[in-house]
């Protein structure tokens, strides 16, 4: 037996004679590239799995590169929330799961210090979005719709619904669900977080 590349062909096949496709794929697969353009500077063939700063990625049939869906990645994060000055707030739950590019995200924190009245309340994203017009959401103005949420508001001993949307690639921001005027919560009409209130949502996403 011969060994060609760490695999292993009858000894009567002299690995010269390996069809080239073949040898081109031994050689690419698992090749570790800077960047996307390095690797087409290499000549990488397409549909070849390579290793792109860390991601394993392949360019399909119209030299368009793509993540390959690997094991998921599943961690936590520490969200700042936000509405005119930065609110203090406990915690419940901040987590995150990637597949590839694809990012599902959970929050829900509890206010310990209010907001500032007319202003739209924001929460920040643990992986940074690959811009505001997401595939995975409907469209609204601004950027995209991209998940669903609840308000809970302790002075009121009430609840609302929430639609989440992107307002930029590292923040979303939130909109009631029977919302007629587009406008964001907080802004119409003017509301501000106080301390006890929850917000709690979840969202997903194309990552940069």
Sequence with gaps: MTAYKGLVVPAATDPANVPQSFRDLVDSFGATYASTAAADAAGVPDSY???I???PMYRNGSDVWQTVLTKPIVGTYSPTLGQGVTISHTVRQATYMRIGDLVTVWVNV???SGGTSNAAVTCSLPVTATSTNQPVGNGTTGGSSIGAGL???NSLN???MLE???RSTTQVG???AVNTNNSELGNSPSFAMSSQDIIRFHCTYIAA
């Design 110 to 112: 509890q206010a310990t």
């Design 49 to 51: 799995i390579v290793d």
């Design 174 to 176: 939130f909109k009631h």
């Design 53 to 55: 700063g860390g991601v």
């Design 164 to 166: 989440v949307w992107l």
């Design 151 to 153: 308000l809970w508001e």
């Design 158 to 160: 009430a609840s609302a």
